[in-house]
Every structure is written in structure tokens, then in C-alpha cells.
């Protein structure tokens, strides 16, 4: 059974940054591993992904500012985050898939979520 434990997250100033990681409980070279963010009252919202080649594609509001990267002899992904703003408040998960691209955006294994709370 996969597992994959967030951490990092917290709370910072608007313009600030912050970090988030993912530990996943095995050593797999997933084909895809990828950030979402869910708002009290929103959808959730993919943020941004890797594959295994390392190519990375992020959604257009973080761009610039969101760094997605990963240790694949750690099995951890990081998501850095700079220039944080009010709007990027949100559970932060991390995903990992096995079996599907990246463009599909289906994953089969999630974390339980890091809170990431950014003030004006």
C-alpha cells in the first residue's frame, strides 16, 4: 500500500514563501506525482505536476511563482511556493500515480493534506 505523508505548509505574509514536501512510503518511480489545493466552499484545483522524466506543467495562476520539483532517491516532491498570495490559501495534497500520464490528471494515490494559510 502506497503511502504519502505531507509536511511543510504553515502560515506566512502575503508576498512570503513557503515549502511543502511529500514522503511517499516507497521507493516506485511514479509516472506522475502532482500538487492539488482545495478552498473551503471550492473545487479542488490541480496546481502542478512532474513526471518521471522530470518534465513539469503548472496551472496558469502559479506560474513564476511555484516550483515543482522531487528527490527520486528520497521518493519525495517538493513544492516550492514564492510570492504567496491571499488566494493561494488551501489544503495542499500531493498525488502520485503509477499507471497514467500526467496530461489525465487521474491519480490513484493521495496524501491526507498540508494547510498553507497566506495573510494580507
Known amino acids: 500500500q502506497v503511502q504519502l505523508v505531507e509536511s511543510g505548509g504553515g502560515s506566512v505574509q502575503a508576498g512570503g514563501s513557503l515549502s511543502v514536501s511529500c514522503a511517499a512510503s516507497t521507493g516506485y518511480t511514479f509516472i506522475c506525482m502532482g500538487w492539488f489545493r482545495q478552498s473551503p466552499g471550492k473545487e479542488r484545483e490541480w496546481v502542478a505536476d512532474?513526471?518521471?522524466?522530470?518534465?513539469?506543467s503548472y496551472t496558469d495562476s502559479v506560474k513564476g511563482r511555484f516550483t515543482i520539483s522531487k528527490d527520486n532517491a528520497k521518493s519525495t516532491l517538493y513544492l516550492q511556493m514564492n510570492s504567496l498570495k491571499p488566494e493561494d490559501t488551501a489544503m495542499y495534497y500531493c498525488a502520485a500515480e503509477q499507471g497514467s500520464y500526467c496530461y489525465t490528471r487521474d491519480f490513484t494515490y493521495w496524501g491526507q493534506g498540508t494547510q498553507v494559510t497566506v495573510s494580507s
Open positions: 512532474i513526471d518521471s522524466e522530470g518534465s513539469t
